[in-house]
């Protein structure tokens, strides 16, 4: 287990506390000021009974008595109020804190390096935070809950050491107790017990948290047979038909087997034994030192009241040095957390750094080049783009086609930064993409993926992919990408939500419908390019032919990237570019590639012109 150094003790929550602070102002000030007045009142009523233990045992003036009555009413008041209006506020902030902290993830997943995404150990890293972080609350939202705690515990024995001072001074006239060699004694005792307490917590906490790696695993396996499988319905209908049903208990059933076997018991049994043995050691304690208090009262050196307001400090003194070391062993816990969440927050980002702005041209001449690209995607020794070269400007529609796995899409993600080329370089305008700023490079590009994502909102926030939208040029948009007739159907037009999943009004929209509606979220966005991947896989043939047939009006003056497997799709284009095996073998017209009947075009064109008539 790696150690914790003292620096990181505090540079660790340092951090911490930045970022809490950053997502949710005001929320550890708040719990600490909750825990220092709740911590203060025990001590401060205590006092003033002693007090008024002290002057019945005296001097019995009515009116003292009545200011201490008074004043110890009054003051429990206040405290109760603000303590629980701090409480309040305090547990608001902890409820929203949660969500902060998944933005917080999923701020660092969709800002890191596309390849990064797809690197199964970065992921099962994030996926292990995660789960500690939301399922534990390890990490943040322990810091979160021990910095007030830490605070009551420096209330309670900085306050205790104050109102015992006079214990140890007064004198009882026997040399015998009134050595100061007592303090050391009871000290002695307390820090013991306090140790004792250390232990147990610290090895609590760490066989609890042994148990939820454990656990962490097991989950995820839970979760995916659960909820991913069960519950997703395109995923349910696969285990209906496949019946997966039996591989799902056996996983299961194995699992249950490592949660509650033997070592769970063994566990169980230490995580009882521990507290127990400290606990043994604070009667000791506790002993001790009322003895002491009650041997020093019968000598004397004390009223009765007195005895109320030592006992009572010192077992707060107790509690207080108890809980010290039980933050020291909490302090491990979250520092390890910590630094594991900092690890993965700290992932460099080397791909988007470029500063460049694009320039903003208003007679839109780009023009995009590869230069003698070739790809291999990580962790991998083939290549899936090799020396490809070719050149696009404004207003050029180019096809991109080939078989399956050709390279197609792989184009596409280095064209659209996702990864960078092995070797050779992509330029806009001249300039390596890499120096543009991402952002910027971006807003000139507007892409529908193949398994491009339509989300439950409405319609007219789905295509200005904003929550405010210009609504006739969502119609128009829709309009040009053939969703027309359809939308004159919905029952609420642009503001008719997809899916039911927030609005049982919602409208379930098919395979066909959605692509349309990615293309009219792309026209939406006016990019000067407009890449297309497969965009008519899901179109049956009609709608198939009218996005095509139309394509020219509807990608107007941006160039166009067109990728399909399918020829016929793509006649229209100015420029085919035929890949195999990751390379550009043929460019032109259709019908220059048709004139080479030896070529992998003429190959490809005659294999599909038996299933389409065109
Ligand atoms: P296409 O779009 O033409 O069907 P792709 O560009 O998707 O082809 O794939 C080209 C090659 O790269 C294929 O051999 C494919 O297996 C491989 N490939 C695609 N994506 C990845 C990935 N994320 N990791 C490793 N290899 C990949």
Request: glycine residues 6%; neutral net charge; hydrophobic residues 40%.
């Amino acid at each position: 287990m790696n150690r914790i150094s003292i620096r990181e003790r505090i540079e660790l929550p340092k951090r911490g506390f930045k970022i809490i602070n950053h997502y949710c102002p005001g929320m550890v000030r708040t719990g600490v000021l909750a825990e220092a007045v709740s911590a203060m009142q025990p001590f401060v009523s205590v006092w003033i009974s002693a007090q008024i233990i002290n002057e019945l045992s005296g001097l019995r003036r009515v009116e003292t008595v009545v200011l201490y009555v008074v004043g110890i009413v009054l003051f429990n008041f206040a405290c109760y109020v603000l303590k629980t209006a701090l409480k309040e506020i305090f547990r608001k902030k902890e409820s929203e804190m949660w969500r902060w902290f998944e933005k917080m993830f999923a701020d660092k997943q969709m800002s890191m390096d596309f390849p990064d995404i797809e690197n199964a150990e970065i992921q099962h890293q994030h996926k292990k935070l995660f789960e500690h972080f939301f399922m534990f609350g390890y990490g943040l939202p322990q810091l979160v809950v021990s910095t007030p705690l830490l605070v009551r515990v420096f209330v309670n024995i900085t306050t205790s050491v104050a109102m015992t001072v006079s214990l140890f001074v007064s004198k009882t006239g026997n040399a015998l107790m009134d050595n100061p060699i007592w303090i050391a004694i009871l000290l002695f005792f307390i820090v013991l017990s306090g140790y004792g307490n250390y232990k147990a917590v610290n090895k609590t906490d760490l066989l609890f948290e042994k148990t939820t790696r454990n656990m962490a695993y097991s989950n995820r396996t839970f979760d995916f047979f659960t909820l991913r499988l069960s519950q997703k319905p395109e995923k349910a209908m696969d285990v209906r038909i496949y019946d997966q049903s039996g591989i799902a208990e056996k996983t299961i059933k194995k699992f249950s087997v490592f949660m509650g076997g033997k070592e769970e018991d063994k566990y169980d049994f230490l995580r009882t034994l521990y507290p127990a043995l400290s606990s043994l050691l604070v009667g000791v304690s506790n002993v001790a030192c009322y003895l002491f208090v009650v041997v020093k009262a019968f000598l004397g050196a004390f009223g009765i009241g007195n005895i109320v307001q030592y006992v009572s400090v010192l077992s707060k003194f107790g509690d207080g040095i108890r809980e010290l070391w039980a933050m020291l062993s909490d302090n491990t816990l979250y520092c390890r957390h910590l630094k594991r969440t900092f690890e993965y927050l700290d992932i460099p980002n080397k791909m988007y750094q470029g500063s460049l702005t694009v320039e903003k041209r208003d007679d839109n001449e780009y023009y995009v080049e590869f230069k003698n690209v070739s790809f291999k995607y990580p962790n991998t020794d083939i290549y899936a783009l090799r020396h490809v070269n070719v050149k696009f400007k404004v207003g050029e529609k180019l096809a991109v086609v080939g078989m399956n796995g050709s390279g197609k899409t792989t184009f596409i993600k280095l064209l659209c930064r996702l990864y960078d080329p092995t070797e050779g370089e992509i330029l806009l305008n001249g300039v390596n993409i890499k120096k543009y700023d991402y952002q910027e490079y971006m807003s000139i590009f507007s892409v529908v993926f193949q398994d491009f994502q339509l989300f439950s909102f409405i319609l007219g926030q789905n295509v200005a992919a904003s929550a405010e939208y210009d609504r006739e040029k969502v119609v128009a948009c829709l309009e040009k990408a053939g969703f027309g007739e359809r939308l004159e159907v919905m029952p609420k037009g642009v503001e008719t939500s997809l899916y039911k999943n927030f609005d049982s009004d919602g409208v379930e929209i098919s395979g066909g419908e959605a692509q349309k509606i990615a293309l009219a979220r792309a026209l939406y966005k006016d990019a000067p390019f407009i890449i297309l991947d497969e965009p008519t896989a899901a179109l049956d043939p009609v709608s198939e032919y009218e996005v095509y047939s139309k394509f020219d009006e509807i990608a107007g003056d941006r160039t166009a990237v067109y990728i399909s497997h399918r020829l016929a799709s793509c006649r229209f284009c100015d420029k085919i570019a035929v890949f195999h095996q990751g390379e550009i073998i043929q460019t032109g017209s259709h019908e220059e590639l048709l004139t080479d009947s030896g070529g992998k075009y003429y190959e490809l064109w005659n294999a599909q012109a038996q299933y389409y008539t065109v």
